[in-house]
C-alpha cells in the first residue's frame, strides 16, 4: 500500500481501477472487438487519467509501474466482462452509471495523490478532475467516439465539483476522516453524473447570433 498512507483510499483505487476496466470492455463490446482489443481499451481505460497525473506531477515510475498488480486486476477484470458479455447484452445505460462511479472514484484519487506531494488545493482539484476523466476520453477516442467531455453532457463539470467538495473537505477539516471526504466527494460527483443522465442535463452552448441576410 506504499502508494497512499490512507488503506481505504487504496482500496477505493483498486475498485475505481475494477469499474473504469469494465467500462472499457463494454464500450469495446459495442465496436465488436475482438478479446485483445478489448483489453486494449479496458487497460487504458483505468490506467490512463493516473498515468497522464503521473507524468504531470513529475511522479515517478507512474502508479501501475510501482505496483504491478493494477495491471493483472484491470487484465482479469477485463477478461471476465468478456466472457459475460458474449453471454449478455448490457444495457447502454450500464456502460453510463458504471462510468459515472468510477469518474467519481477517479476524481478522490487524483486529488488525494496531489495532496499527498504537498501540491495547493487548485493543483490538487484540477488533478482531480483529469484523473477522473481523461481515461474516458482516451477510451472514446479509441472506440471511434466523440469524448463526452467534447459533448454538452455534464460530465467533467462533475469531476471538478467533486474534487471542489474533496479538496475542501481535506483542507478545512485536516483531522477529519479521509473515508468521510471521499464518500461525500463521490456521492457529489455521481449525484450530478445521475441526475444529468437521468434527466438529460446539459452545459449551455454558446451561439453566435447570425446577422442580418443570414440564415
Given at each position: 500500500m506504499a502508494l497512499f498512507e490512507i488503506p481505504f483510499i487504496y482500496y477505493l483505487d483498486i475498485?475505481?481501477?475494477?469499474?473504469?476496466?469494465?467500462?472499457?470492455?463494454?464500450?469495446?463490446?459495442?465496436?465488436r472487438l475482438d478479446l485483445?482489443?478489448?483489453?486494449?481499451?479496458?487497460?487504458?481505460?483505468?490506467?490512463?487519467?493516473g498515468t497522464i497525473r503521473d507524468l504531470i506531477l513529475g511522479r515517478a515510475p507512474v502508479f501501475w509501474i510501482a505496483e504491478h498488480c493494477y495491471i493483472w486486476i484491470i487484465v482479469i477484470t477485463c477478461i471476465l466482462t468478456f466472457i459475460v458479455a458474449r453471454f449478455y447484452t448490457f444495457p447502454r445505460r450500464a456502460l453510463?452509471?458504471?462510468?459515472?462511479?468510477?469518474?467519481g472514484v477517479f476524481t478522490v484519487i487524483g486529488a488525494q495523490v496531489a495532496l499527498n506531494l504537498?501540491?495547493?488545493?487548485?493543483?490538487?482539484?484540477?488533478?482531480?478532475?483529469?484523473?477522473?476523466?481523461?481515461?474516458g476520453?482516451?477510451?472514446?477516442?479509441?472506440?471511434?467516439?466523440?469524448?463526452?467531455?467534447?459533448?454538452?453532457?455534464?460530465y467533467a463539470t462533475a469531476a471538478l465539483s467533486g474534487a471542489l467538495v474533496f479538496v475542501n473537505l481535506r483542507w478545512f477539516f485536516p483531522d477529519g476522516s479521509a473515508a468521510f471526504s471521499a464518500i461525500v466527494a463521490m456521492l457529489v460527483v455521481m449525484g450530478i453524473r445521475f441526475s444529468a443522465i437521468r434527466w438529460g442535463l446539459q452545459?449551455?452552448?454558446?451561439?453566435?447570433?447570425?446577422?442580418?441576410?443570414?440564415?
Open positions: 475498485f475505481g481501477t475494477i469499474v473504469f476496466a469494465i467500462t472499457g470492455v463494454l464500450a469495446a463490446s459495442e465496436k485483445f482489443g478489448m483489453i486494449v481499451v479496458g487497460v487504458v481505460t483505468s490506467i490512463g487519467g453510463l452509471f458504471s462510468d459515472a462511479i468510477g469518474l504537498d501540491h495547493p488545493p487548485i493543483i490538487a482539484i484540477t488533478m482531480g478532475m483529469m484523473t477522473g476523466v481523461f481515461g476520453v482516451i477510451r472514446d477516442v479509441l472506440t471511434n467516439e466523440i469524448p463526452v467531455i467534447f459533448q454538452k453532457e455534464i452545459l449551455p452552448v454558446f451561439l453566435l447570433s447570425k446577422r442580418p441576410g443570414e440564415e
